[in-house]
């Protein structure tokens, strides 16, 4: 069968022969490549310049026109939630649950340093999803989703000592863990402070120890 | 030389009067804009609820930067004037709850003009606004240093820096709005999360403190 392109196909792409591998959809490869690279180029001047880029510079980093980052993204918001998904997605990845099962002092220096990484590695964006957000219900939504992955990891590493907890202190001790460990709090050490990563861990730990209840037996 | 009587009072500039309180209407007329919608009010608003022209606006302030300075000048004031230390000489209980009852009082007004004074800093070529945020987050940082003194007074120098750096992320303006839109706390249920949270971090009262409220009380 020729489909008058010159090209010889013996099955529609959407049916591929029994045994036979999916065919590979080149343009549509190139086309999620392009997108990535975009989103990429996005983050790359996020964390260059602490400020949402504009289009034209957007292009520019990715080596693409103007014309084709709207060809793939609306606009630049649903640009700027095509980069939080891609960012929640690499950060989770880069995440992973460690020391759940250690002592109270190894397990309170590993949450430390997971959330110092991602706060040192993220805050340039968090500050740029977080600038407008309410103008996009999609970027709330996410705003509010990489909150309640922050709070559920806490949740995980602390387990232990929150089980010693009813309910309602429970609570308290989770919201008063996560307002200490904001970006905004880390923020705050490393730029008002001029803490370095170690010193602005140190205050964190000794400030969770504090927080948490004993470690039962 | 003419002497003035000295038993007459001194002149009343009344245009300069109404030239004041116009300026005064323009700022709440802006600060209340803010509280209804989190974003930067244009001017074409700000006139039609201050009931004057854009052009007056632009007469009283140079740009809309000078405006944002001025109504932060305002809210500070206003601040400092509705919430005078209580309670420093109290028991520790006491102490925490004026604490976190006049900072609460602060956030939920405050809040929305903390966010555009942190999102316009930047752009600000003047540096007021950064030097308004400086100067709001030292004046927080000693209400807390006043209202906790004896248990401060504990401490080394370096832990009671690490505590203070504690004690402001978690009574941060984010924190609160934290818990008042995003876990929809009621006022009262987010003072509870700050007084559980805040007593747990700092140190024991010393015993001379202790016993002197113990007897005044």
């Not at chain 1, 219900?137 to 709070?151: A, G, H, K, S």
């Amino acid at each position: 069968m020729n489909d008058g392109l010159g090209n010889t196909s013996v099955a529609s792409p959407d049916k591929p022969l029994p045994g036979k591998p999916a065919p590979v959809d080149g343009r549509r490869l190139r086309s999620e490549r392009t997108r990535r690279l975009i989103v990429e180029a996005y983050m790359a001047l996020v964390r260059e310049n602490a400020q949402m880029p504009t289009a034209a510079q957007i292009a520019e980093r990715a080596g693409y026109s103007v014309r084709s980052i709207f060809e793939r993204f609306p606009d630049l918001t649903a640009l700027r939630v095509a980069v939080t998904d891609y960012a929640i997605a690499e950060a989770r990845a880069y995440s992973a649950l460690r020391d759940l099962d250690a002592d109270r002092m190894t397990r309170i220096k590993s949450q430390v340093h997971q959330r110092g990484q991602n706060c040192e590695r993220w805050l340039p964006l968090w500050r740029v999803l977080t600038s407008d957000a309410s103008l996009s219900p999609d970027l709330e939504q996410r705003i509010t989703m990489i909150r309640q992955l922050i709070v559920m990891r806490m949740e995980m590493m602390f387990k232990p000592e929150l089980a010693t907890e009813p309910e309602s202190d429970r609570r308290k001790i989770v919201l008063a863990l996560e307002a200490l460990t904001a970006f905004e709090s880390w923020a705050r050490m490393r730029e008002l402070y001029g803490l370095s990563v170690e010193q602005a861990s140190v205050i964190w730990v000794r400030s969770i120890d504090r927080l948490l209840p004993a470690t039962p037996d | 030389m003419q002497d003035v009587p000295p038993s007459k009072p001194p002149r009343i500039d009344g245009r300069r009067l109404r030239s004041e309180r116009t300026k005064q209407l323009i700022i709440e007329a802006f600060l209340s804009l803010l509280r209804e919608s989190p974003q930067m009010p244009t001017a074409v608003q700000i006139a039609e609820r201050a009931g004057y022209s854009v052009r007056s606006i632009f007469e009283r302030f140079p740009d809309l930067n000078a405006l944002r300075v001025a109504a932060t000048d305002y809210s500070l004031a206003q601040a400092l004037a509705l919430a005078p230390p209580r309670g420093a000489d109290g028991n520790r209980q006491t102490r925490l709850r004026s604490q976190v009852n006049t900072r609460a009082h602060t956030c939920e007004r405050g809040i929305a003009l903390w966010r555009v004074l942190l999102q316009f800093a930047d752009q600000d070529e003047t540096g007021q606004l950064k030097q308004r945020v400086a100067r709001g987050r030292e004046t927080t940082v000693g209400r807390i240093e006043l209202m906790y003194r004896p248990e401060l007074s504990t401490l080394t120098e370096e832990d009671r820096r690490q505590l203070l750096i504690a004690l402001e992320a978690l009574t941060d303006m984010e924190s609160w709005a934290r818990m008042r839109e995003h876990h929809g706390l009621s006022f009262d249920e987010a003072c509870e999360v700050w007084i559980h949270a805040i007593d747990r971090l700092l140190p024991p009262t010393p015993a001379v403190e202790a016993s002197a409220t113990a007897d005044a009380a």
